[in-house]
């Protein structure tokens, strides 16, 4: 849930927010185990109590973190998903994705989720969107989930 501002509003599984540019974020608030995918195109700015900038995120601060825990980034354009992988230097735990305990996920030709009643026209239920399944293998599901403004 984004308690106030331009996203002002509450969120679940495959919603897409989209956030503008210069938007003001007070705070995201998790009401449940969440797991949450980010991606940020510019650099997100952290303000002060004084409401002045104490700090930036920026790609090559994510880059770096992720390079120093030995975990890959996902990417961002099919140039990159095409690129070799390297061998990961990760040596934590390969706990699975919380979502995928249950199994529901896992067969995308019976997968149906409820739509979302969207609170925000800064929101898209990625959950409305059809899956494109080849009958020659109905166990793989695509979906278009790249959405520009």
């Known amino acids: ?40 195109y510019a650099p997100a700015a952290a303000l002060g109590p004084d409401g002045k900038i104490s700090g930036f995120l ?40 919380q979502m995928t305990k249950d199994g529901s996920c896992l067969s995308l030709s019976k997968f149906e989720a409820p ?7 800064h929101y898209v239920d990625t959950n409305k969107l059809p899956w494109i399944i080849n009958p020659d293998a109905p166990d793989i599901g695509l979906k278009n989930m790249r959405i520009s403004a």
Do not use: M
């Open 1 to 40: 849930t984004f308690p106030e501002g331009p996203l002002k509003g509450s969120i679940g599984p495959g919603v897409w927010a989209y956030t503008p540019a210069g938007a003001k974020i007070r705070g995201l608030v998790a009401e449940e185990d969440t797991e949450y995918l980010a991606t940020f």
């Open 58 to 97: 920026t790609g090559p601060d994510a880059r770096a973190a992720a390079e120093k825990a030995g975990l890959g980034l996902l990417p961002n354009t099919l140039a990159e998903a095409l690129q070799p992988k390297e061998k990961p230097t990760y040596s934590g735990p390969a706990d699975a994705l």
């Open 115 to 121: 739509g979302a009643e969207l609170t925000n026209p």
